[in-house]
């Protein structure tokens, strides 16, 4: 416990991130007047592995995913506006409060902090105007309690050594332990043990927000990933598709081409 808190308040240390936090915030209180009247880095994981508790799926992917990578897309490029509906939509098609609070908790790691608190202020926001208005959100259910003697290293070590289908190691963790740690006790260990959201729900938020952003030497890591943990060649180019009506076609082709990328490096 004593380095997951090191690590975040490592990660949270510098007065430049607060005052990217507090601007972006601002930003974020002015354009929800408009969104209430239109509603309505990591480092490159080792993703080349043969995959590992892989589940069979059909070529589709459900609206709860898709309606998951509008949330991260938005989020990712701080399209407040949008965000809010977006959020909005996936409430109504039954994702909890919870789920989303997790997964905007997730994308810190990809986005940095400051989208991530201005993504959860609005789904805070949201939240309230709901309430006040007579209809709640669902919240569902708070994720199963860790036991008091959880080694968040130790748990976050063999999450990312499952999904990534093997160790993950080599130059630039060699060059920057602290990041290797960082990822291992706080991602993997602290956020990755929620069990609110599946890591298929978890790949769909990050692969949407890091062709988003872009990002992609990621990108092709994560694209290996969810390879591994259940996602087939034919859902992640639905996904392309949604994206690139989303945000364009340059940055839904940044997923089909790592996918052919990381399909090719397998099959050799």
């Known amino acids: 416990m004593k380095n997951s808190v090191l690590a975040v308040l490592c990660l949270l240390g510098t007065m ?86 997790d997964g905007l908790e997730q994308l810190y790691a990809y986005c940095g902090f400051p989208r991530s608190l201005t993504a959860l202020g609005v789904l805070l926001q949201l939240v309230n105007e709901r309430n006040a208005a007579g209809n709640p959100v669902n919240m569902g259910r708070e994720a199963t309690p860790l036991p008091a003697d959880a080694n968040f290293h130790t748990m976050g070590t063999e999450v990312q050594t499952r999904i990534a289908g093997g160790p993950v190691k080599g130059p630039l963790f060699d060059f920057s332990p602290n990041i290797d740690r960082y990822l291992k006790d706080h991602l993997f260990g602290a956020i990755f043990s929620s069990d609110l959201l599946s890591d298929t729900d978890r790949e769909v938020l990050t692969v949407a927000a890091l062709a988003s952003l872009p ?5 092709r890591s994560h694209i290996g990933i969810s390879l ?41």
Do not use: C, F
Request: hydrophobic share 45%.
């Open 16 to 101: 430049s991130a607060y005052s990217a936090v507090a601007a972006e915030s601002a930003s974020a209180a002015a354009s929800n007047t408009k969104a209430n009247a239109a509603l309505s880095a990591t480092p490159a994981l080792s993703s080349d592995a043969a995959p590992t508790n892989v589940a069979t799926s059909e070529v589709k992917m459900e609206q709860r995913q898709l309606l998951l990578a509008d949330v991260a897309s938005y989020t990712a490029t701080g399209d407040v506006e949008k965000l809010k509906v977006a959020l909005a939509a996936a409430i109504d098609a039954g994702v909890t409060g919870n789920e989303l609070r």
């Open 228 to 268: 591994n943990v259940g996602w087939t060649p034919e859902q992640l180019q639905v996904l392309a598709k949604h994206l690139e009506t989303l945000l364009g076609r340059a940055a839904g082709a940044d997923v089909p081409k790592a996918l052919s990328e990381v399909v090719a490096s397998r099959a050799k």
């Open 215 to 219: 990002a992609p030497s990621q990108l």
